[in-house]
């Protein structure tokens, strides 16, 4: 890529313009401060004449025309633009390609939207170019560089085992059909693996080895047991209907159980019975919030690092899933923090395909009362469905998908992790968008009348108002940085060059150029004014962010440098100190006056 020449040297009364960031062989662009003249010897104090003449104030020096300024790299869905993606699948669950834009209804609201951007994709539409440019590999090499640059990472999958729920024999299930997965990952997506417990943390890798030696040291790691020997049993869906529901038939059951295992059935102890079967009951409940709380605890961890990562985001929870009582105040703020992330949760059922309890034949309770055993095998079979409830409210709400009552887990995780063979980017401007941080709820569907299962997220949450408009900017600026979503509302291209310092040490610049004519200018006092914020981000090839940096272009500039710059362009310069590596660049640049934005990425290869 080449840039035109940028204007020459005239005079003196460009050298502030000049010395900001602007010369004319793009390959040795400087970008600094104006250097402030050097300070004058201070004049002895004159003695005070009576007769002298008020002194005449000095002429206003020369406005600055261009400055730049290096700002800390503190970063932070455009507001105004909303993205939908969508997969679409027919009644055998394999997804419908070939739809058009025109094949799509959106609703905001229950309003119609206009759908103003349409984009196909597939695992295979992503790929960086190549941005390097100066000390470059020779011609030999190219062809191997510029692949190792296209599987830079894009698309970010965190399974996360339910460790604190799963059993045994569901954890040993999960880890033997994880590893299909694993075969399916294109080379630009990353996996990680957590537990809920927080006792197992494989960062973003493409490296599968690491991935299945992670997968051996998923086991149950609960926070309390319990046994068949417990006087009385008592389950998290029984202390629940007790303490929080006040449920009088599960009170009745748990204390003529308790009469038969603590009384010896003696009928004159019931009161105390009771008693203990209501003790019995808090404890289940408090365990069992304590084991959900720090469930919700590593998933909202997971969540965390998922929304720092440039590109898309899946949550693969592995769950049997669990009880919700009285804290499903968390299962809201868990949700709305992925959809502000813009992170889908596809949900697993670790049981596979299972039958209604019936209890360990092998293990039955030391007590067992004909009177009590229809209603416990009831409140058995309905737990067993309310554990399902939590898993198919994350994936609804986020539009995931939830896989449950199947026995082929290794395709299920496939499908919930892999990227689907095509999807749908539908994109939206709000219209009258109140600044209010109100949830939207959204729907897709289609056109026709096919019998076509649409998948979609179901809403998104406007903008919170913000008393600062620069700090409302920094934001939109940082959500633009961790997205790998092209802008192009300036048009900007950027090039990079680098040199080795030393052998594991280099210096990458990252040179941007923009269209100044496209740029919206205020005009006061006779001069061309904006502002402009430029954000570089370096993330490495599994998407940490390594290193950054923020400059601001301050211009007031005269008509007869506005038409220069019109014919030359700006072109600025950012330079970072990383290592020898693949990296990705993000770019982001901002116009203060109209408030556009535009974003691009690259790659870029340094050799060892």
Known sequence: MSYPRLFPVFGRVLLPLLSACLLVPVSNLQCQEPSPPPAQQAAPPAQPDANAKPAQAPPPSEVQEVATHDNPATFKVRVNVVLVRVVVRDAQGKVVPNLKKEDFQLFDSKKPQNISSFAVETPQS??????????????????????????????FVNMVFDDIHLSMQDAAFARTSATRFFSALAPSDRVAINTTSGQLTQEFTSDQQLLRKALLQILPRPLSYHSSSDCPVMSYYEGDLIVNKTDPQALAVATQDTLLCAFNGDSTQRAAAQVVAQNAAQMAVDQGDNETEYTYRHLEEAIRRLSSLP???????VSPGFILTTIEANNSDLMERAVRSNIVINTIDARGLYTPDMGDIADPPSTADPMTAGPRQLYATMAQSAQEDILAQLADATGGRFYHNRNDIDEAMREAGAAPAVSYLLGFSPQNLKIDGRYHTLKVSLTNKQKYSVQARHGYYAPRAIADPAQAAKQEIEEALFSQEEIHDLPVDFQT?????EQAEARLAVLTHLDVKSIRFRKDAGRNNDQLTIVTGIFDENGKYVTGGEKTIEMKLKDTTYDRLSHSGLTVKSSFDIKPGTYLVRLVVRDSEGAQMAARNGAVVIPF
């Open 497 to 501: 060059q680098f040199f080795k310092k």
């Open 311 to 317: 590109g898309q985001r899946v949550l693969v929870l």
């Open 126 to 155: 992503h790929t960086l170019t190549l941005a390097n440019s100066g000390e470059t590999a020779d011609s030999s090499t190219a062809d191997p560089l510029a692949a190792k640059a296209a599987a830079l990472p894009q698309r």
